[in-house]
């Protein structure tokens, strides 16, 4: 199985990542943000690297081969607010075989924007800024998703479940036990 960590920057992905991998030892996280560093090294770097159709290609291949080869359990935290960027990953997955347990996690634009003005990652450095301004861009575009995910989606309230409740319930959803990533 593959858990699908999508919402805002902020919202507690990459937390409730940690949480899960910690009870799935066996379980493996792939960060698809590492495709879009590894395409920099060889393009020109800038933008968002969701818009190269390479990046979700790989991205996809990536994740199948994997699960197959490496892990029966696949946690990744990644964003995916654009429709037709979702579809394209999630559907190429299925299409593949694999089982997606896509969860997404909501919260209000209050809270996420406290989150992210609370966030520092490299004390001292320009990237908390950088990452901070971006992230506060989109914090409307960000809420307004977690109306047009697509029916299936496991809907949790990060602003409203702790990390271990969040994960309880991922957990719940998907079938699996602590400890066991084969469910």
Do not use: C
């Amino acid at each position: 199985m593959i858990i699908w960590l999508n919402g805002a920057f902020g919202a507690g992905k990459t937390t409730l990542a940690a949480e899960l991998h910690r009870r799935l030892p066996d379980a493996v996280v792939y960060n698809p943000e590492d495709v879009g560093l590894m395409l920099w090294k060889w393009l020109p770097p800038g933008g968002d690297f969701q818009h190269l159709p390479s990046w979700r290609e790989l991205v996809v291949a990536t994740a199948v081969s994997l699960r197959i080869h490496h892990a029966e359990t696949l946690i990744v935290p990644m964003s995916l607010i654009r429709d037709a960027y979702r579809s394209e990953i999630l559907g190429g997955l299925a299409d593949a075989g694999e089982e997606v347990l896509h969860v997404f996690l909501e919260l209000d634009a209050g809270v996420l924007r406290e989150r992210l003005n609370a966030r520092v990652t490299h004390p001292g450095g320009t990237w908390d800024q950088g990452a901070r301004k971006l992230g506060m861009t989109g914090v409307d575009e960000m809420v307004a998703a977690a109306a047009r995910q697509p029916g299936g989606t496991f809907m949790l309230r990060s602003d409203k479940l702790t990390p271990a409740e969040l994960a309880d319930e991922v957990m719940a959803r998907a079938g699996l036990r602590q400890g066991h990533a084969d469910g």
